[in-house]
């Protein structure tokens, strides 16, 4: 009776509250709806007066009355609230007569909407551990999780099977908990059901809450998208999942929030679509072998942002594109500790190495402040299968794993080793800052199977690159052993310096490349080497060069040793050229040598055979300065008689002490040359245009100089107080001095 009464006062009044929007019929199922008040036609009972019916829209629509509690009046919303009251849901839908019907049962809820209305809201709280959240929709909408937990041990928590764009807003101030269980029941009708959160269309997240997602299901991601997936803001973190973490089918997009991501599988895939960050902070932690933390089939752009990844399984990869990888800004910090794998090929095997960032594309450094530490066994910092290209940023790799030995495709024995970077092409850096640090048995630092490119007119990097692993014994022994080496940089075609200031410090080759090394202009300085500079074709062109090693400074041979002239060539025509041997010769040509500029200082090595200048050709010294100190090696070698320009071979019968100053001057008393040695020396070769037919000179040894040394050479000041050794002319193009 008292219902009757109220449903009946409900009548006279609704005439009377035309500034009222919508009429709310709150139902004893937990359910209220809502419809406008200016749609509703008519309100009238049954004859018994049990049923209510309400004609809105131009739809009759029939209620017991026993099932209604109240009804009230409010203003217009587009937000269907969801409350989770553990087993039971709560729902108020003030679009239920307008094409949304939000069906449930029990706690699992499912939303048909064929509204013509956009971006209505869902807006999910409260908690249940056996429920689900289901949307079928025409048009986009937004999911707003307002402090929501939600565990469905049968599948999927959220569930969205519409085709179009979801926005979710995780709430300010909330943290929202999303969990499935580890065997999901069918799918009704063959729907995908991918993951703890999934979405068959764009889903994009905004709002300054928290979403926590537990991935537990077997074989299924812990958010994925059928589309693509863009977050803006929040903080994610998918604690667990037996797949990837996050799976965007069509592409994945970051300019802000936090992600945190352990998955057994990849971190972030983007799939065939491309990956774009350009804000935000990431971190992942991923244990698996064989998984990625970054990846798309495309390209991946990162502008912004701070990135952590640490991936600790064997043939992993912190960042892995299928196309190009392009680093123009953010802050990137990748660890890998995983070991290369090798996986039978040929007669043989084929490493998969664990690299921080590979490409199968190029990958473009233009601003990014990136640091790779790699521990595991032939790890890999930065692997092209196109081109590195560095023209800004910074970039620092450690590496620390050793190399070992294999039985490669071909059925030859081989090495596997670590290398800072490599590419199947060209390494360009061009601008920037790079610096790297390979430690492990044979590992390399930069190594390209065809060029290297440093720097251009305009652009100058800064290099660092530093080797201190021992060689690897691949085969044989004694003479016939090969070895795998911890070369500082290494081109398969040719070494081309333009510009850059480069220190490199290694414990093999510091510059060695098949065909040619040409410096144009640099500031380059080998700390330490066996081999300083290597390759069949070596030319100087320019720059401030200072080369140490412990075998030959500069090297022009093909490799095939012997006596005889290979053709290979060492060219000098301008800079200012420094070598330091501590154990080899410091200008080595098993073909010949031309100088026809610049300044060479040679610090020769302390014993014989060894030689300050050796070759098997010719070398021709048409201009520039030269002067190299040696040994009493009977292999001592001045420039051949076929230079234009006129050179002294000078030879002691004592040996001189390091500190005991070389002198020359002409027989007006101009200095032609003092110079300091770095070891003890029984010869001097000089050549200079100063030196030159029909006039005599006079040598000192000992004394003092005022003037100012560089590398052993003195400049300015005058020279005093030496011991006059021997006083000649000058009449062929070599002039043999003794004493």
Do not use: W
């Amino acid at each position: 009776m008292k219902k009757h009464i109220f449903l009946f006062g409900f009548l006279m009044s609704v005439f009377c509250l035309n500034a009222q929007e919508k009429m709310y019929l709150h139902l004893a199922g937990k359910t209220t709806l809502g419809a406008p008040v200016t749609s509703t036609d008519s309100v009238y009972f049954s004859n018994d007066g049990t049923t209510a019916f309400f004609k809105i829209l131009g739809t009759e629509y029939s209620f017991p009355v026993s099932e209604i509690d109240s009804i009230t009046f409010g203003p217009d919303s587009q937000t269907i609230g969801v409350i989770f009251e553990e087993e039971t849901v709560r729902i108020i839908n003030p679009l239920a007569f307008e094409g949304v019907a939000v069906n449930a049962v029990g706690a699992k809820v499912t939303v048909n909407a064929t509204t013509s209305v956009q971006d209505i809201n869902f807006r999910l709280s409260g908690s249940t551990s056996d429920g689900m959240f289901k949307t079928y929709t025409t048009k986009r909408y937004n999911l707003i999780l307002d402090g929501v937990s939600i565990t469905n041990p049968e599948g999927p928590p959220l569930n969205l099977q519409s085709k179009k764009k979801t926005t979710i807003f995780l709430a300010d101030g909330t943290t929202n908990t999303l969990t499935d269980g580890s065997q999901y029941a069918p799918a009704p009708n063959g729907e995908d059901q991918k993951a703890t959160l999934f979405s068959e269309a764009k889903l994009i997240f905004k709002g300054s809450g928290s979403l926590i997602v537990n991935g537990l299901g077997n074989a299924q991601h812990g958010i994925r998208s059928d589309d693509e997936i863009e977050i803006e803001d929040g903080t994610i973190t998918v604690s667990s999942a037996v797949l990837d973490g996050i799976h965007g089918k069509d592409g994945f997009f970051m300019k802000g929030g936090t992600v945190q991501v352990t998955a057994t599988g990849d971190g972030i895939d983007a799939d065939g679509g491309i990956m774009e960050i350009s804000g935000g902070n990431i971190s992942m932690q991923l244990a698996s072998a064989g998984v990625k933390g970054l990846s798309a089939d495309s390209t991946i752009m990162i502008s912004g942002g701070t990135i952590n990844i640490t991936m600790n399984g064997n043939q992993s990869k912190g960042i892995k594109g299928d196309q190009d990888i392009l680093l123009s800004g953010g802050q990137i910090t990748i660890h890998t500790t995983g070991d290369a794998v090798l996986e039978p090929s040929g007669s043989g095997f084929d490493p998969s190495y664990c690299t921080a960032i590979k490409a199968e594309g190029s990958v473009n450094l233009s601003g990014a402040e990136l640091t790779i530490t790699s521990s595991g066994k032939a790890g890999k910092g930065i692997s092209a299968d196109a081109d590195i290209v560095m023209t800004g940023g910074t970039v620092n790799i450690t590496s620390t794993g050793i190399g070992a030995v294999y039985t490669n495709p071909s059925g030859q024995a081989d090495a596997y080793v670590a290398t800072c970077l490599t590419a199947d092409n060209d390494i360009k850096l061009l601008g920037g800052q790079l610096t790297t640090s390979s430690s492990g048995k044979a590992g390399k630092g930069v190594s390209a199977d065809r060029h290297i490119l440093i720097g251009t007119a305009e652009t100058s990097p800064t290099i660092q690159i530093t080797t201190s692993g021992a060689r690897l014994l691949v085969s044989g022994s004694g003479s016939n052993a090969n070895y795998a080496e911890a070369k500082a940089m290494k081109a398969d075609v040719d070494v081309i310096i333009e510009n850059g200031n480069i220190t490199i410090s290694s414990s093999d080759d510091g510059i060695k490349a098949e065909n040619s090394i040409t410096i144009n202009n640099c500031v380059l300085d080998i700390l330490n080497s066996v081999e300083g500079v290597e390759a069949p074709f070596i030319t100087f062109n320019g720059g401030n060069i200072h080369i140490k090693s412990s075998d030959d400074c500069i090297n022009a041979t093909f490799g095939f040793g012997g006596e005889g002239n290979d053709g290979s060539l060492a060219t000098f025509n301008d800079g200012y050229i420094v070598v330091n041997t501590t154990g080899g010769d410091g200008i080595d040509s098993n073909g010949n040598v031309l100088i026809t500029g610049g300044t060479i200082i040679v610090h020769g090595p302390p014993y014989s055979p060894e030689v300050g200048l050796d070759y098997n050709g010719t070398c021709n010294v048409n201009g520039g300065f030269l002067v190299i100190s040696g040994t009493n090696s009977f292999m001592t070698q001045a420039p051949s008689n076929t230079s234009a320009q006129y050179s002294l071979k000078i030879t002691f019968y004592q040996q001189l002490s390091s500190s005991t100053l070389f002198h020359i001057q002409n027989a007006a008393g101009e200095d032609m040359l003092t110079f300091q040695p770095k070891r003890n020396y029984y010869s001097i070769v000089f050549s200079s245009d100063m030196v030159v037919p029909g006039t005599g000179y006079a040598i000192y040894t000992g004394g003092s100089h005022s003037g100012t040394v560089t590398d052993g050479l003195y400049s300015g000041g005058t020279y005093s107080g030496g011991t006059l050794r021997k006083t000649f002319n000058v009449s062929a193009k070599v002039t043999n001095v003794s004493f």
